[in-house]
């Protein structure tokens, strides 16, 4: 509870607010800008945070999260050009609405869904991460081993393209985490003589470089062109009416509790349960042919439940250490860097820091609404910036990033290496995202399986003793029969159609 | 042969030369990375099967993994960002991040953009200043220096 007082205090210093206000407008323009990505913008920030204290550190990492989101609808509904993936479900309402001139109201429908998306969230975040993480506690190191295949497993699932290229990635990104010293024996392992690989691969350099470097080199050949049309002019009333909001409650309720459910797991991102939300919505309304042609509720379900993921993301990541998506891999980047290491114990260590986090993602999600509803416009103004400027900019701030981190040119160079990776990985089409998660957790799985077999004098049946094991293991099924289980009934659907 | 082929045969080779490294290291420590190396290796032999029958793609489509799809590919631009990002790289501890900065930049908006001489430099100019106010003068960034910023 003391925790919780000093946090409520500390997010209404000036300073944390400062930088609650920075983060909110860093991440709306990132959010805006095509080609720039939540992901992208979190990682290119954890090197500003370097000086800070770890509170506002994560005050700012989490305004950039939370507001990149919604920065990317503006664009989308004026545009018809979405920020980010998660905002692509908003074009199919948003812009029709916009071509009718009431693109002020569907940014207004926007902003009031991803509030509350956000806000439901934060609450979900608030009341399930801290007995998430008293639970936790009683994980041993086979429970462990368990959730990282686990959330291993769920990414693979629903990375999207190719299932072989996708483990292709998870298994170079579980390879690349056994660089360095053993922990066990203190042997080097696959450094090539590298001194500055002793202590493993660092982590921020290969975020930044997967994720701003690779795009950014895109952007510079110009093959992510980020040119958009004709930008539709708003005019009118933005927030809408208190009808209009009441008629899509259930929608807004209901798409609130599919992101924060499909935050929570491992796998499924903000594009995922901005679909799945739209798709439901859909089904359930009574005019299901309104939608795709500028039906407001069409705009309220992406747009809450994209916003929704972001506080239940940080559920897995915070009270277990396992990142569900990648932007809650890069998140976790930010805490390590800042001594914090994810898992049940921080809520107890550093429940102070943690609570001030929660709460700037209330206030994120407030100020991020405020400045939309005045800003909307310039923001989608952003688009206009070249991409041969933006490109090499990207490139220079990453490499001071990298940089920052020990003073090291060989991480410049790491750097460099990774953003070429990336973008080859993304004309090969093999995502980027499970080889950095599997870099945060692969020493998570490596340490935990040989602690498990060193306890048992390794008998592998340490690994069916637990009940908890046996709970995760029924996860496990169940994420891998769920997608036969899908398509059987999808088959039977379409049979009975025709 | 595809695309995918290759990518394959470059999986599996990375693969092998891991498992190479390490396969002797005693105590349990090759564990680990032994049977990473495996998966990639299964991955990769998975891929390479799928990549072999595939039926070849027809001249005028591109789909993933084919040959007709690097076709189209963007090779100079691509390496004309990768020598310039690399020459400022190794320049950077030379003359110093902030005048590597600015040539890198210059010398990008006038090879790479649509930008006038005028304003690319401009540009090149503001975004140094930008960059030297967060990293420097607001966050105490340390940056390189080098020796030859000394004459400057």
């Known amino acids: 509870m003391e925790a919780i007082l000093a946090a409520a205090a500390n997010i209404f210093e000036p300073s944390t607010l400062l930088v609650l206000m920075i983060g909110t407008v860093v991440g709306l323009f990132v959010g805006a800008l095509p080609g720039l990505s939540s992901t992208m913008g979190v990682a290119l920030c954890i090197p500003i945070t370097f000086g800070m204290d770890p509170a506002n550190a994560l005050v700012l990492l989490g305004a950039i999260y939370t507001s990149s989101v919604f920065g990317g609808s503006i664009t989308a509904i ?18 029709p609405m916009a071509q009718r001139g009431e693109g002020a109201q569907a940014i207004g429908m926007a902003l009031v869904a991803s509030l509350v998306g956000g806000v439901f969230s934060v609450f979900v975040l608030l009341f399930v991460a801290p007995p998430l993480s008293r639970l936790a506690l009683l994980f041993g190191p086979q429970e462990y081993v368990y959730l990282t295949i686990f959330g291993m497993i769920s990414i693979l699932g629903v990375s999207g393209g190719n299932p072989t290229k996708a483990f292709i990635s998870a298994a170079f990104g579980l390879l690349l985490a056994t660089v360095g010293f053993d922990l066990f024996t203190g042997y080097p392992r696959l450094t090539f003589g590298q001194d500055e690989l002793f202590e493993g691969v660092p982590l921020l350099p290969a975020l930044i470089g997967i994720f701003s470097v690779s795009q950014a080199i895109s952007l510079c050949t110009g093959e992510a062109d980020i040119g958009a049309g004709n930008m539709i002019k708003t005019k009118g009333r933005t927030l809408p009416a208190w009808s209009v909001i009441r008629r899509c409650g259930r929608t807004l309720f209901k798409s609130s509790l599919i992101g924060s459910a499909i935050g929570i797991l491992p796998g499924a991102g903000t594009s995922v349960a901005a679909f799945i939300s739209y798709d439901e919505a859909r089904r359930r309304s009574k005019t299901p042919e309104a939608f795709g042609k500028g039906e407001i509720e069409g705009v309220a379900a992406p747009e809450a439940a994209n916003n929704a993921v972001t506080g239940g993301s940080l559920v897995p990541a915070l009270t277990l250490g396992i990142p569900g998506n990648a932007v809650t891999a890069v998140f976790i980047g930010g805490l390590t860097i800042h001594g914090l290491v994810p898992g049940p114990r921080l809520f107890t260590d550093h429940a102070e820091i943690v609570y001030t986090l929660i709460f700037s993602l209330f206030l994120a999600n407030l100020a991020f609404a405020a400045l939309g509803l005045f800003a909307a416009p310039w923001v989608a103004r952003v688009v206009k910036v070249p991409s041969a400027v933006l490109g ?8 001071i ?26 004309r ?43 709970a995760i293991m029924a996860l496990i099924v169940l994420t891998l029969a769920y997608p036969v289980f899908a398509r059987r009934q999808k088959n039977r659907r379409e049979a009975n159609e025709s | 042969m595809k695309r995918d082929t290759w990518v394959a045969v470059a999986v599996m080779a990375i693969a092998a030369f891991a498992a190479w490294d390490v396969y002797d290291l005693k105590r349990g420590a090759a564990f680990f990375p032994l049977l990473m190396s495996a998966a990639l290796f299964l991955g990769g032999a998975v891929l390479f099967v799928a990549s072999l029958r ?49 040539l890198y930049l210059a010398v990008f908006f006038a090879l790479r953009s649509e930008l006038s001489r005028l304003t690319g430099l401009a540009v090149a100019v503001a975004m140094t200043v930008l960059i030297f106010v967060i990293f420097s003068l607001l966050l105490a960034v340390p940056t390189p220096v080098g020796p030859l910023a000394a004459y400057l």
């Open chain 1, 401 to 426: 990033g990298s940089y920052a981190l020990r003073n090291s040119l060989f991480d410049v160079w790491l750097v460099l290496g990774f953003g070429v990776l990336g973008y080859f990985m993304e």
């Open chain 2, 54 to 102: 595939r039926p070849a793609p027809a001249a005028d489509a591109a789909p993933e993994g084919s040959d007709t799809e690097e076709a189209k590919s963007i090779w100079v631009p691509l390496l004309e960002v990768v020598v310039l990002t690399a020459v400022f790289a190794v320049a950077m501890p030379w003359i110093g991040f902030y005048p590597a900065t600015f």
């Open chain 1, 78 to 95: 004026l545009l018809r050009t979405p920020g980010t993936d998660a905002s692509i479900a908003t074009t199919f309402d948003g812009y």
């Open chain 1, 392 to 399: 090499p900019t990207i490139i220079v701030f990453s490499i």
């Open chain 1, 428 to 470: 090969w089409r093999i995502p980027g995202a499970p080889l950095v998660i599997a870099l945060v957790l692969g020493p998570i799985l490596e340490t935990n399986l040989r602690r498990s077999l060193q306890i048992s004098g390794g008998d592998w049946m340490i690994f069916f003793t637990s009940p908890l094991s046996y």
